[in-house]
């Protein structure tokens, strides 16, 4: 094809496209080409903001690295991430809710007995956290996969720590076979997303802040049941209306309840206050075949 111009270019990417075999990528592609040719006729890109725009993708891919994921934070700070885990994650009422992955979830936790101290070692207040794991017909669900991670009381992960040689603040533990799950961490406090790079600098532009309400990561798959990635955030907390990635559901909000001092639930006492949460997960069932079909 030749002298292709505003017009007909693109018609042109569009059949080039075709010759994929892959029907979903040619769908994907399709609609990709078409909604990014009209964004650039609707808004009248000039070639200078387009090289600015190249060299922003640049360097989200270039600031990425094991323990950031600049993509993520750009997926998450525009709604797509929201968006995307929106439209997949349609459940039952009833079924906790699904909010956004983050970018600091490792693969290689470490595994934890019921009731030990993720934060162990780690300076903060106690919190004791607890509660059941369901399906959507009130069944229990035994040895329920749990992953769980969090910020420290500053606000920082244990991977943008680059003095920690040991994670801190993250584990798997197993629910048992009652379905019930407990263990002990640290409160943690709201926090700013990585802003020092190009998402950052977004932000800034747009005049928006980066911080992110208090909040707990969950992760929790068992057989036959959908995986559930979520966050409980603190009730009264800063920033719920105005999170920074779009992540905050009304039904993840929960009572973070203080005590001033007294027996925790480990049986211990405690000098200082201490904080306990207690939140039920109730998980959907995956389809059968059948129903899927």
């Not at 010759?19 to 808004?43: G, T, W």
């Not at 490792?106 to 956290?129: C, R, T, Y």
């Not at 005590?259 to 201490?274: D, I, L, R, S």
Request: aromatic share 10%; glycine share 6%; net charge negative.
């Amino acid at each position: 094809m030749k002298n292709l111009d505003e017009r007909t270019i693109t018609q042109a990417v569009i059949e080039r496209n075709s010759l994929s075999s892959n029907e979903r990528l040619k769908d994907v592609m399709l609609s990709l080409v078409q909604h990014l040719h009209a964004f650039a006729r609707e808004v009248q890109l000039t070639e200078e903001e387009w090289e600015i725009g190249i060299n922003f993708l640049t360097e989200v891919g270039q600031i990425c690295s094991p323990t950031r994921q600049e993509f993520i934070l750009l997926s998450d700070t525009l709604g797509l991430s929201t968006l995307v885990i929106a439209q997949n994650h349609k459940k039952p009422m009833g079924c906790t809710e699904a909010t956004v992955f983050g970018p600091f979830h490792v693969q290689d936790a470490p595994h934890l007995e019921l009731g030990d101290n993720m934060s162990e070692g780690v300076k903060g207040i106690p919190w004791f956290v607890s509660g059941v794991i369901k399906g959507i017909d009130g069944e229990m669900i035994p040895n329920a996969v749990i992953d769980v991670w969090q910020a420290d009381d500053e606000g920082f992960y244990d991977v943008q720590k680059t003095d920690l040689e040991i994670y801190q603040s993250r584990a798997i533990f197993h629910a048992d076979q009652n379905g019930k799950y407990y263990f002990q961490t640290i409160v943690p406090e709201a926090y700013p997303i990585p802003h020092d790079g190009p998402v950052g600098k977004m932000l800034e532009a747009l005049n928006r802040h980066p911080w992110r309400p208090a909040h707990l990561h969950f992760m929790i798959c068992a057989p036959d049941y959908e995986r559930l990635v979520t966050h409980i955030f603190k009730a009264e907390g800063t920033y719920l209306d105005s999170d920074a990635v779009f992540g905050v559901r009304s039904s993840l909000i929960a009572e973070w309840i203080k005590h001033e001092n007294g027996v925790a639930p480990n049986g211990e006492y405690q000098n200082n206050p201490f904080y306990t949460l207690a939140f039920d997960f109730i998980l959907n069932k995956k389809l059968t075949q059948d129903e899927g079909a």
